[in-house]
């Protein structure tokens, strides 16, 4: 097992990474100084796949475990579902000191998160992420949320958990879009941040696509160390956190402007290589490392193809983006593979030729 530490003075915690760790979890739950009752928050297929045992596991150590469910979805985040668990954890006779864990993908982590961070004003939070996405993004840095109407993601807080478990091996168990998927977010992160870890992406992708334990292993790590790193240095996203947005300006409108068809890690995948090629035309990203982030992409699964959709409407999307500032739209442009810029001066024109012209620049 490996371990992240990921250090905010007293709300610092470690992320551990490693194959089997699920049935450590009472062990790594003692060490962090947990004991007596506890609750896990799931959903129906991670319960049947992962949650039995590790309820299982917690009983035999003398933990007195509450099983919650939500069914699985996107939906599930959201106030009306929070509210029910509320109420199960005063059933339950929940105190401030007993630790909820979040078990499965990004979905339960923010959903539990939240509920968490406000439940009694705040109660210990694990996250034991089974999901590539949720290993490598959603369940660090302390982001939870639920959506509301409109505002997908906008009711929340910032809020650490006390412990982060990632069992590489509950990847072997899921759907290939959903890990092909969050290997668009394990691409964003080197881009941005590493062009080492970048090289060993396009070494060893085809072991990572075949679910090696030890290149999951790396990858995890490697992206939770990342991570960690930027958010020591940005808890609150007022700055440098901003650059997990790589891929998210045209990845977000192109999600939107498709009424949500077109999956979130495609999205980002097209969002990453535009964002490359809008770089590549203002004179700043090299034409041999726009190639080799498509040839990423590509060898990724993931699709490099513009979706059949009026760029009027991406356009517009990108307009109502969140990282619109003062009337400008923001965009975080690699420089080169493994450094980023954060600018607001992309005109509209431009990001309209490219899309205009995708299969030229592509
Ligand atoms: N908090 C953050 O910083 C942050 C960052 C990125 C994304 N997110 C959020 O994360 C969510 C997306 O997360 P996701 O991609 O993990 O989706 P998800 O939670 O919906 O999980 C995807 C699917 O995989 C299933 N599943 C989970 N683990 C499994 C396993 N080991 N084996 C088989 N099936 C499994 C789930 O039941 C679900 O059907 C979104 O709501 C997004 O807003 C949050």
């Not at 590539?132 to 959506?147: M, P």
Request: with cysteine; hydrophobic share 40%; charged share 25%.
């Amino acid at each position: 097992m490996r371990k992240v530490e990921v250090r905010l003075g007293s709300n610092s915690y470690n992320i551990c990474v490693g194959s089997g760790l699920l049935i450590q979890t009472a062990r790594q739950l003692k060490e962090n100084g947990f004991a007596g009752k506890l609750v896990i928050i799931t959903n129906p297929i991670v319960k049947r796949l992962y949650g039995n045992a590790l309820k299982q596991g917690l009983a035999r150590e003398g933990f007195k475990v509450t099983v919650l469910q939500v069914p699985d979805g996107e939906e599930q985040k959201s106030l009306e579902v929070a509210g029910r668990l509320y109420n199960e954890l005063t059933d339950f006779y929940c105190e401030r000191t007993t630790p909820i864990l979040a078990l499965g993908g990004g979905v339960i982590g923010d959903l539990t998160g939240f509920v968490a961070a406000t439940y009694l004003r705040g109660v210990p939070l694990i996250q034991i992420p089974t999901t590539l996405l949720a290993q490598v993004d959603s369940s660090i840095g302390g982001k939870v949320a639920v959506n509301h109407g409109r505002l997908k993601n906008k009711i929340g807080a910032f809020y650490q958990p006390r412990l982060v478990i990632s069992d590489i091996s509950t990847l072997r168990t899921l759907p290939t879009k959903e890990f092909i998927g969050g290997l668009a977010e394990v691409i964003k992160y080197a881009v941005i941040r590493d062009e080492e870890f970048f090289t060993y992406l396009e070494r060893n992708l085809d072991k990572i696509k075949s679910l090696d334990e030890g290149a999951l292993e790396e990858i995890v790590f490697r992206v939770a160390k990342i991570k960690a790193a930027i958010v020591e240095e940005d808890e609150k996203d007022l700055g440098l956190r901003n650059i997990l947005n790589y891929g998210h300006t045209i990845g977000h409108a192109i999600e939107s402007a498709s009424d949500f068809k077109v999956e979130h890690g495609e999205a980002i995948a097209i969002g990453m290589l535009a964002e490359g090629i809008i770089s590549n035309k203002l004179g700043i990203l090299d034409k041999n490392e726009l190639i080799r982030l498509k040839g990423i992409i590509q060898r990724a699964d993931l699709t490099t193809e513009l979706p059949n959709l009026e760029v009027e409407k991406i356009i517009q999307a990108i307009k109502h983006d969140k990282k619109i500032l003062r009337g400008k739209i923001r965009f975080i442009l690699p420089k080169t593979i493994g450094k980023v810029f954060i600018t607001d001066e992309v005109s509209p024109s431009l990001i309209e030729q490219v899309l205009v012209s995708w299969n030229e620049e592509t």
